[in-house]
């Protein structure tokens, strides 16, 4: 029957479910030793990009090579957004603490706040970019936060979409075993528009050539 051949929306739309599935279980497992959560962020998003946008390569090779290759590159990185993020958690605390207490904490509050969210800017930017992108770190980590403030309102549409997806992990958990990856690949659309206006003209046409071959 048609409607469940190969090529037909059905199977293609039951491919992609499983592939999201695979794909945050993936990099579920890889957060597993925390310090390895910005590698993993990074092959998702190169797995995303590649596999579940354009069809492009096998979804476990494609990862299994980026979370490779990148090892290196991230780990320190991550390490550096990790204790960054650490210090806003201690700040998080104290104005918990204090807030039950009754004493006022509107400065705190409103540092923790503004830090949280120029925090996870930052590496919505960070690491797709890694992925993306051959650089040094220092630089990766420069351009993550200028593409966050240059591109403001595309910044504010994925703090919103990341709002959505962790409200919705909260409150049924086992989604976990499928959003991630699915926050993968809807980043992907917003931050491509961003990373084509920072190449060359030739590195579109080669990415372009890339991803027709792929969908033909």
Known sequence: ???????????KSLSKFTDCISLSLLFLISCIPVFTIGTA?????????????????????????AFRDN????????????????????DGFIV??????GSITSALGI??????????????YLFPYMARFENTKRQSMKNAILFAMVHFPMTILMLLLAAVVGLLMYFMPYLAAML???????????LESVFRKYMTEEQRQDE?????????
Not at 41 to 64: N, P
């Open 1 to 11: 029957m048609r409607l469940f051949s190969y090529d037909s929306g059905v199977m």
């Open 41 to 65: 962020a990074t092959a998702t998003y190169h797995t995303a990009y590649k596999v579940l946008r354009h069809d492009r390569g096998y979804l476990f090779r494609e990862y299994v090579t």
């Open 71 to 90: 090892f290196k590159q991230t780990t320190p990185v991550w390490l550096l957004a990790l204790a960054l993020g650490a210090l806003l958690g201690v």
């Open 96 to 101: 918990g603490y204090y807030a039950q207490k």
């Open 111 to 124: 540092v923790f706040i503004v830090g949280l969210i120029v925090w996870f800017s930052w590496i919505s």
């Open 180 to 190: 991630p990856a699915f926050y993968s690949w809807v980043t992907c659309f917003i």
């Open 208 to 216: 372009d050539e890339r991803n027709r071959k792929s969908h033909d």
